[in-house]
T-cell receptor
Framework: DSGVTQTPKHLITATGQRVTLRCSPR?????VYWYQQSLDQGLQFLIQYYNGEERAKGNILERFSAQQFPDLHSELNLSSLELGDSALYFC???????????????FGPGTRLTVL | AQKVTQAQTEISVVEKEDVTLDCVYE???????LFWYKQPPSGELVFLIR??????QNEISGRYSWNFQKSTSSFNFTITASQVVDSAVYFCALSEALFSGGGADGLTFGKGTHLIIQP
């Protein structure tokens, strides 16, 4: 158990809909990362938040957005869903302070999204 | 742009054999971090090791060992005396230093190597 929690475990929805995935980081970790794992694209970095602020962006679609709240949990919002958005979405967290090297990212169990 | 290549899509060995998973990376940074993660059939991603670009010492942890060679941009992973429980997909990943000034801090993953250990 990494200490990172994600809800829900599974989500089934229809094209055009909007969903929200939730992540709670490990106790004390300030950074949250979102990744998408699909058969086509493999594991791809989407976005990172550090202590409530967006820190870095990867291959995140404009239809997707995220935020990190004052209690450090994060939500990934996916809208106007398409069949190709079906994937396993992982959240990871790390300590990542304001100085020092990149910390290790510990991953949650993932949310499996199926778009029908 | 950074890139990680795991050329072996799938490896199948019989239990107790040694197996090496290859990882080759590309980066323009002089400071970077390399990782290995394991994804068992249950689906979670389990951290195995982190290595920074200034530390080329090989590492051994039980039956696992890692060989980091900057000269060939490789970070290979060997499992000695493999067991059925080692069956999983193994991912190599790269991250540039947080304050290097270039690129995102997210991990760049290889496509993974599916390791099958047969009893």
């Amino acid at each position: 158990d990494s200490g990172v929690t994600q809800t829900p475990k599974h989500l089934i929805t229809a094209t055009g809909q909007r969903v929200t995935l939730r992540c709670s980081p490990r106790s004390g970790d300030l950074s949250v990362y979102w990744y998408q794992q699909s058969l086509d694209q493999g594991l791809q970095f989407l976005i990172q938040y550090y202590n409530g602020e967006e820190r870095a962006k990867g291959n995140i679609l404009e239809r997707f957005s995220a935020q990190q709240f004052p209690d450090l949990h994060s939500e990934l919002n996916l809208s106007s869903l398409e069949l190709g958005d079906s994937a396993l979405y992982f959240c990871a967290s790390s300590a990542t302070g304001t100085s020092g090297p990149t910390d290790t990212q510990y991953f949650g169990p993932g949310t499996r999204l199926t778009v029908l | 742009a950074q890139k990680v290549t795991q050329a072996q899509t799938e490896i199948s060995v019989v239990e107790k054999e040694d197996v090496t998973l290859d990882c080759v990376y590309e980066t323009r940074d002089t400071t970077y971090y390399l990782f290995w993660y394991k994804q068992p059939p249950s689906g979670e991603l389990v951290f195995l090791i982190r290595r920074n670009s200034f530390d080329e010492q090989n590492e051994i942890s039980g039956r696992y060992s890692w060989n980091f060679q900057k000269s060939t941009s490789s970070f290979n992973f060997t499992i000695t005396a493999s067991q059925v429980v080692d069956s999983a997909v193994y991912f190599c990943a790269l991250s540039e230093a947080l304050f290097s000034g270039g690129g995102a801090d997210g991990l760049t993953f290889g496509k993974g190597t599916h390791l099958i250990i047969q009893p």
